[in-house]
């Protein structure tokens, strides 16, 4: 006997809500019973979702007798994406600008605690969900997207933006090629050694460290006048000094070259284009074999507008 499908999001309600203040076990066989309704086509993901938002409507009401009901239906949410009854993406969507925060940092939570943090990153990365979207919107931001997910136990979902925030520190303590390496591989996983983003952030960290050593902050130094020749000298060590950790990630990898190339036209339209860096830049580059000739190529032909500084750079390489 089937229920009508009309009737459905509702039975899956009662389902949840009735086993909330069971045992884990009586959760979990809940869980099992919404699956296997989907697996015999009975009951869609539509369904679940319509029911799972009905629940979490009932919250304020149900927190009275059962306070933990958001982790609890977090667990379901979890074992519900385990079982591709739904997708993260999918759960996502209706949690978007914090409806419902923590709810869905719960979520992933639950997922990381019943499968695994690799296999949680990897499903995550798939979903393409924004997870700044997903907090409230006065949290809309990297820096305080960061610490809320170090709240969360959360952050190696973003290996990426926690290297943002320390590899220039750690270069400031010690800019020694062997050291900042060591620290690349203690924190860094090598699947990302590949990726364009480590690159972008690997290179803009040592152009950062290379500009404020040869121009302190405190330096009245207008953009527009040349540096002198002992700076010239100090830029040129400092990035000779720093050439076998960018080989070590670059070298026979053209796209990664590109990625570098970018991080220096963004780190040099950041600073309002100082006087001839580019063109110096991209002749070390070369002469200390960073980057190769073909590299070169691929970043002037290249028509993709992600980066900013584009039209002006090509013109000061040209000119």
């Given amino acids: 006997m089937r229920a009508p499908k009309h009737f459905l999001p509702e039975m899956l309600s009662k389902v949840i809500i009735l086993s909330l203040d069971r045992s884990d076990e009586d959760k979990e066989k809940a869980s099992s019973l919404i699956s ?7 009951a869609t ?28 239906l977090a667990q379901f949410a979890a074992r519900a994406i385990i079982s591709e009854l739904v997708s993260i993406s999918e759960l996502a969507q209706p949690l978007e600008s914090g409806t419902h925060f ?16 690799e296999w949680l990153t990897e499903l995550f990365q798939q979903s393409k969900v ?21 709240g969360k136990g959360l952050s190696f979902l973003f290996p990426l933006l926690k290297l943002e925030k320390e590899l220039l520190k750690q270069i400031k303590l010690d800019p020694s090629p062997q050291t900042i390496y060591k620290w690349i591989k203690d924190n860094i996983s ?13 290179m ?35 990035l000779l000094s720093f050439k076998p950790v960018m080989q070590k990630f670059l ?10 190339l970018y991080a220096l036209q963004v780190h040099c339209y950041n600073s309002s284009f100082p006087k001839g860096m580019l063109l110096r ?17 691929a970043w002037k032909e290249d028509i993709t507008q992600e980066f900013p500084g584009k039209g002006k750079a090509l013109f000061q390489v040209s000119a």
Avoid: W
């Fill in 36 to 42: 296997l309704l989907k697996q015999e086509g009975i």
């Fill in 45 to 72: 993901s539509d369904n679940f979702m319509q029911a799972f938002l009905n629940v979490l409507e009932q919250c304020p009401k149900l927190e009275v007798d059962i306070p933990l009901v958001k982790s609890y």
């Fill in 102 to 117: 923590p709810l869905f940092l719960l979520c992933l939570q639950q997922l990381a605690k019943l499968q695994d943090r």
């Fill in 130 to 150: 924004n997870m700044q979207k997903m907090l409230p919107e006065i949290d809309q931001n990297k820096d305080r997207m960061l610490e809320i997910l170090e």
């Fill in 190 to 202: 090598p699947k990302l050694h590949v990726d364009k983003g480590f690159v972008n952030i690997l």
């Fill in 204 to 238: 803009t960290s040592f152009l950062q460290y290379i500009s404020s050593e040869v121009s302190p902050p405190s330096d009245e130094t207008d953009s527009s006048s040349a540096p002198s020749k002992e700076q010239l000298e100090q830029e040129k060590q400092l």
């Fill in 251 to 260: 070298h026979d990898h053209v796209d990664l070259q590109v990625s570098a």
């Fill in 281 to 297: 830049f991209f002749v070390h580059f070369y002469d200390m074999e960073i980057i190769e000739e073909e590299a070169f190529l």
